[in-house]
């Protein structure tokens, strides 16, 4: 996958590593490192889902901190440095659905108005995940 990724091939890093997070689900980093890539590559939704499921794994660690060497970050710093990650991407993500909605509204059929919709929701629906997350929910 790093050579994949020094030499800027990222649909075949996004293959290599999305293979890694079907075969080993239990490294949160692989899921951080699938966002990256998915990130790189526009693919937002999959991206927010990929660093979801490295939070998720991350809280199951009861051990990390009694297992990491002093230079480590903790867990919970982990935690919060993907939920900054997710969060960043999520803005971005509405930022550009509400300025697509904007140039596209009056050009837009009824049909069309209501996908362009339904995909903001869809980001609207990550964001209040990750919020929920971050309040413990």
Not at 32 to 44: A, M, N
Not at 48 to 54: D, F, L, N, T
Request: glycine share 4%.
């Amino acid at each position: 996958i790093t050579h994949y990724l020094l030499t800027r091939d990222l649909p075949k890093a996004y293959f290599l590593c999305k293979f890694l997070t079907e075969f080993d689900k239990g490294h949160y980093d692989h899921f951080v490192l699938f966002g990256s890539i998915c990130k790189s590559l526009g693919k937002k939704a999959e991206a927010c889902s990929s660093y979801q499921k490295a939070i998720e794994i991350c809280k199951r660690d009861q051990n990390w901190n009694k297992r990491k060497k002093p230079s480590d970050p903790s867990i919970g710093e982990i935690i919060t440095s993907i939920e900054k990650e997710m969060r960043a991407l999520i803005a971005r993500l509405l930022t550009y659905n509400a300025l697509e909605l904007r140039l596209r509204s009056s050009h837009l059929n009824k049909s069309q108005a209501s996908e362009l919709m339904l995909h903001s929701i869809h980001a609207f629906s990550l964001s209040s995940i990750v919020q929920s997350q971050k309040l413990g929910f």
